[in-house]
């Protein structure tokens, strides 16, 4: 029986802790980091302070936890994708996938707006390598193996959330993906 307690408790716990990013997510979301206070996340997710401490030690870290479920959400989704065999056509396929991904409501600020303002740089880029970053750079190292496979995922990451920021902001898209073959294109050309 104590089993089942545990369980309960943990199952609990998980719950309490996945209310409190969904909440900080829509809070996030709607009115930035900076304007979330601690009592709208509580309230929104409909648990006391204490709990929100518990789980996480400050805002920062519960921001932090919804960036990543949100990085996590993205990479899935290219993961999950079929991609063509061909290593041009997967990059420009795969490309597309993501930038469906970032029109998720909220993503693209979270993702690539409040997150690197309040993490850092540093920090989202690590957690771009633990998430999906390293598809970028493995579907470049099958268009062009060389060294400077790293530095070209980083540039052509840019470029891609450059693209998703327009699109979010309501651009039309169909420039920014014709400019994103393009670049791909001549990745591919110039190896």
Same mark, same amino acid.
């Not at 061909?86 to 600020?109: C, E, H, I, S, Y």
């Given at each position: $029986?104590?089993?089942?307690?545990?369980?309960? /408790?943990?199952?609990?716990?998980?719950? $309490? +802790?996945?209310?409190?990013?969904?909440?900080? +997510?829509?809070?996030?979301?709607e009115k930035g980091?900076?304007?979330?206070?601690? %009592?709208?996340i509580v309230a929104?997710?409909?648990?006391?302070?204490?709990?929100?401490?518990?789980?996480?030690?400050?805002? #920062?870290?519960?921001?932090?936890?919804?960036?990543?479920?949100?990085? #996590?959400?993205?990479?899935?989704?290219?993961?999950? @994708?079929?991609?063509?065999?061909?290593?041009?056509? !997967?990059?420009? !396929? &795969?490309?597309?996938?993501?930038?469906?991904? $970032?029109? @998720?409501?909220? +993503?693209?600020?979270?993702?690539?707006?409040?997150? %690197?303002?309040?993490? &850092?740089?540093? @920090? $989202?880029?690590?957690?771009?390598?633990?998430?999906?970053?390293?598809?970028?750079?493995?579907?470049?190292?099958?268009? +062009?193996?060389? #060294?400077?496979?790293?530095?070209? @995922?980083?540039?052509?990451?840019?470029?891609?959330?450059?693209?998703?920021?327009?699109?979010?902001?309501?651009?039309? *898209?169909? *420039?920014?993906?014709?400019?994103?073959?393009?670049?791909?294109? /001549?990745?591919?050309?110039?190896?």
């Amino acid at each position: $029986m104590q089993d089942d307690s545990r369980r309960s /408790n943990k199952d609990r716990s998980a719950a $309490m +802790r996945q209310a409190l990013i969904n909440a900080g +997510r829509h809070l996030f979301t709607e009115k930035g980091f900076a304007a979330t206070g601690t %009592p709208d996340i509580v309230a929104a997710a409909g648990v006391t302070r204490g709990a929100l401490y518990h789980h996480f030690a400050d805002k #920062e870290a519960l921001f932090a936890a919804t960036v990543r479920a949100e990085a #996590e959400a993205v990479a899935k989704a290219v993961r999950s @994708a079929e991609l063509p065999a061909d290593p041009l056509q !997967a990059l420009k !396929a &795969g490309g597309q996938v993501w930038l469906d991904a $970032m029109q @998720a409501p909220g +993503r693209a600020r979270l993702l690539l707006v409040d997150g %690197p303002a309040v993490l &850092g740089r540093a @920090a $989202m880029d690590a957690l771009d390598a633990e998430t999906g970053g390293q598809t970028l750079a493995e579907g470049l190292a099958a268009l +062009r193996p060389d #060294e400077s496979v790293r530095e070209l @995922a980083a540039l052509l990451s840019a470029a891609f959330d450059r693209a998703a920021l327009a699109i979010v902001a309501g651009e039309k *898209p169909e *420039p920014w993906l014709h400019a994103l073959e393009g670049l791909i294109d /001549n990745l591919s050309a110039a190896a």
